[in-house]
T-cell receptor, first 112, second 119 residues
Framework: DTGVSQDPRHKITKRGQNVTFRCDPI?????LYWYRQTLGQGPEFLTY????????KSRLLSDRFSAERPKGSFSTLEIQRTEQGDSAMYLC??????????FGEGSWLTVV | AQTVTQSQPEMSVQEAETVTLSCTYD???????LFWYKQPPSRQMILVIR??????QNATENRFSVNFQKAAKSFSLKISDSQLGDAAMYFC????????????????FGQGTILTVHP
């Protein structure tokens, strides 16, 4: 069990470009979550998958954001036409049912 | 919607001493989970302790214990015998339990408390 892994760990992009983050949850975890965290703040919920079904999306997830979890395994979070306000750490987490939620190390995004 | 408030942006403690971090929350639900997570400078969030709201007994994990006051909607974390490795940002978090006992899964976090441990 290697834990929740995220890739890339750091990404610097120019405003207007698209970026994609990948999350590999702990194997056999059926639930997967994406959060966004800015410096000095608590994580904010973005979206949640149970298997391949996206069951809840936050209003923070604008039309420029899309998340997928094909086949109920890894997940991707894509941000289109990035803006400076998108600069943050994007955290992925997973759990099996209602058990403990485990977090990855996060993917830092800097939009310049 | 549930909210979680941590009113102490920063706390400090001497090594081997005890410190208490405060957390209050607002909810209309009767059944839920509460958590304390630790986020060291390496940034990976680690679960410290978990409390089920239906349990009256306060959770304890080694040097970490909570004081859960359901009526007051208060959930404080006590760290005994503080160690240098306890230095981190600590987050209090709330998780709903939906109808039929199925959790909606989402964690709602407080703003965090930075804990400094002095040798």
């Amino acid at each position: 069990d290697t834990g929740v892994s995220q890739d890339p760990r750091h990404k610097i992009t120019k405003r207007g470009q698209n970026v994609t983050f990948r999350c590999d949850p702990i194997s056999e975890h059926n639930r997967l979550y994406w959060y966004r965290q800015t410096l000095g703040q608590g994580p904010e919920f973005l979206t949640y998958f149970q298997n391949e079904a996206q069951l809840e999306k936050s209003r923070l997830l604008s039309d420029r954001f899309s998340a997928e979890r094909p086949k109920g395994s890894f997940s991707t979070l894509e941000i289109q036409r990035t803006e400076q306000g998108d600069s943050a750490m994007y955290l992925c987490a997973s759990s099996f049912a209602e058990n403990t939620i485990y977090f990855g190390e996060g993917s830092w995004l800097t939009v310049v | 919607a549930q909210t979680v408030t941590q009113s102490q942006p920063e706390m400090s403690v001497q090594e081997a001493e005890t410190v208490t971090l405060s957390c209050t929350y607002d909810t209309s639900e009767s059944d839920y989970y509460l958590f304390w997570y630790k986020q060291p400078p390496s940034r990976q969030m680690i679960l410290v302790i978990r409390q089920e709201a239906y349990k009256q007994q306060n959770a304890t994990e080694n040097r970490f214990s909570v004081n859960f006051q359901k009526a007051a909607k208060s959930f404080s974390l006590k760290i005994s015998d503080s160690q240098l490795g306890d230095a981190a940002m600590y987050f209090c978090a709330y998780r709903s339990v939906g109808a039929g006992g199925t959790s909606y899964g989402k964690l709602t976090f407080g703003q965090g408390t930075i804990l400094t441990v002095h040798p």
